[in-house]
């Protein structure tokens, strides 16, 4: 199995920045994808970014030019770099790997945009 520690949420005004770390430990080689996804209260949870093994991204259309998502060389730490944040990002942000075996989920971080 894999887990998944995320840290870098917080408060934030809008406009501003913040950098979520997604570090994974364990059967690390099973993982083909990783991913951060967001989640409100009393909405489902949807995708922000994802990027592969190889390295291909992909956006939500709701962040694309504001998020980027990258990961070491090592593939065991994943980053989400947000950038021009709003008060519309204000989620919990969970990371996921996906795995050859069940996949898994990070405990979650809060980021909240406000003035």
């Known amino acids: 199995q894999v887990q998944l520690v995320e840290s870098g949420g917080g408060l934030v005004q809008p406009g501003g920045s913040l950098r979520l770390s997604c570090a994974a430990s364990g059967s690390i080689v099973s993982i083909t994808a990783m991913g951060w996804y967001r989640q409100v209260p009393g909405k489902q949870r949807e995708l922000v970014a994802t990027i592969s093994r190889g390295g291909t991204t992909n956006y939500a259309d709701s962040v694309k030019g504001r998020f980027s998502i990258s990961g070491d060389n090592t593939r065991t730490t994943v980053y989400l770099q947000m950038n021009n944040l709003k008060p519309e990002d204000t989620a919990v942000y969970y990371c996921?790997?996906?795995?050859?075996?069940?996949?898994?989920w990070g405990q979650g971080t809060q980021v909240t945009v406000s003035s």
């Open positions: 996921k790997a996906v795995c050859l075996g069940p996949d898994s």
